[in-house]
């Protein structure tokens, strides 16, 4: 995934975060889990920095078990915008 993707990601949660119920967060990490209320999906929550601003942006995760997918969690490492 690249910085571009993360960013389009978080303007996609914007739109959708009214659907969805934080399940577990790790604030030390700037990781969670949150629960879709229309079809109870999980969907792993993380976060980027643009050195000005964090983004925070969801993507669907295939865990059953929150709890145990945040504590096995890394932050999604993303590589810093290209200049063009």
């Known amino acids: 995934m690249t910085w ?8 996609h949660y914007d739109k959708i975060r009214q659907l ?4 577990v967060r790790d604030n ?3 990781l969670g889990v949150a ?4 079809c109870g999906r999980l969907w792993g929550e ?7 601003a964090d983004f ?7 865990a059953t078990d929150a709890e ?3 504590a096995a969690a890394e932050p999604l ?6 200049h063009l």
């Open 4 to 11: 571009e993707d993360g960013y389009a990601l978080s303007l």
């Open 20 to 23: 969805l119920d934080i399940v």
């Open 28 to 30: 030390s990490r700037w």
């Open 35 to 38: 629960r879709c209320t229309r």
């Open 46 to 52: 993380d976060s980027i920095t643009s050195g000005h």
């Open 56 to 62: 925070h942006y969801v993507y669907p995760i295939t």
């Open 68 to 70: 145990a997918w945040l």
């Open 77 to 82: 490492s993303l590589p810093h915008r290209r």
